[in-house]
């Protein structure tokens, strides 16, 4: 396990060791990572230049749209993050793609899937250093590394409070599947945002008013 | 819809009109509410004086551990909230259990189980008083008022957060139906108190550091 802050090209390795997670985002998963994403989660519809129209990208989309309607609904994206091993939770789709798009509408055209690939790519790359055997699990003790190695700082009071919401066994088995994984990133991304977004002056402390303590936290739990 | 303040004794059209929760759930509701939670949530964990050895609760609870073990599990609460017509939702359950526990560990002794249907008759009673057909069910408009009864102080861009998280079909029918309206007093009721207990000198302000921002909404969230 080393962290040197740089991201490679796939190995050989990595281009024919089946992973598990869909068809079309693992394709996408090989990929390099820009490298200006370089340990920094990429921002909230920050799209680096031209990727909008990387063709691996529109082949991406387009096999998400299976109807081909030029939106990808909440449905398209279980399938599209789904393998035949692992079906992606369809309340961390909706976590998801509320995280994007600031909505409930479950709906993404073609510029809100992209920031959501980029999102995406940043966080699994991260998984994919601990999950060596490809089988799109990890233990509760790799994640917590995996979490400060993409900026989050959890206490261990957080970090058993996670484990006891991700682990599906309620804590019994002390494993993360990757879609919770990503759901556990998304949560901690969301309380990250809501405490900056109130912190004065790097004061450490956030305000907040009833109004905005509800707010905020209401649209959280409704995605 | 008369508010006057003061609970009465169950009609005989309420003693003869099958209600939709579940059947113990449903007779424990046609007993009188002590006058002394009039309007005023119960708190949490206080029983009322040999409310703990009433003879009706002790039935409930024997009726609701259909295994006999002395304990509720998340299942048989289940089992005791639903009726034929409805399904009372896993997730409602959940965050009921985690309220009256303040853990995730989702079996209820005796005490908790006494707490629970102290809580739940009284949010029960209010929502009863807008579901004039016995359906399960009150629209959107009627929800402002129960809660307000109840209350929380719900602003429209509160209450349209609650609709589209709590009515089933994501706010379109704007039907909210009894386990979902258990849920959103539940949410209200953890995101009051989460404002109070940080909250300076009733200045309308809570402050929250980063950690116990974090602990705070995190085991809300996994409940």
Chains 1, 2 share one sequence.
């Not at 869909?22 to 519809?45: D, R």
């Not at 789709?93 to 600031?102: C, D, E, F, K």
Request: with cysteine; proline share 5%.
């Amino acid at each position: 396990m080393s962290e040197t802050g740089t991201h490679h090209q796939p190995t050989a390795e990595q281009q024919y060791t089946p992973i598990p997670y869909g068809a079309p985002f693992a394709a996408f998963m090989l990929l390099p990572i820009p490298s200006t994403h370089s340990y920094k989660p990429p921002k909230k519809y920050e799209i680096g230049s031209g990727s909008s129209t990387d063709p691996k990208v529109v082949t991406c989309f387009n096999l998400a749209d299976q109807d081909g309607n030029g939106f990808i609904d909440d449905k398209e994206l279980q399938r599209f993050l789904s393998s035949d091993n692992q079906i992606f939770s369809l309340r961390i789709v909706h976590l998801l793609m509320y995280h994007i798009t600031n909505t409930n509408t479950r709906v993404l055209g073609p510029m809100e899937f992209t920031s959501l690939l980029s999102t995406l790519q940043y966080w699994t790359s991260i998984f994919q250093r601990f999950d060596k055997d490809r089988s799109g699990k990890i233990d509760s003790s790799q994640l917590e590394v995996v979490l400060q190695s993409l900026g989050f700082s959890v206490s261990p009071v957080t970090l058993d409070l996670l484990v006891s919401k991700f682990d599906k066994s309620g804590g019994v088995e002390k494993v993360i599947e990757y879609d919770n994984f990503v759901g556990c990133c998304l949560t901690l991304k969301t309380l990250t945002d809501m405490f900056k977004e109130k912190e004065t002056n790097n004061s450490g402390s956030a305000t907040f008013t009833y109004e905005s303590l509800k707010l905020k936290v209401l649209p959280f739990l409704i995605a």
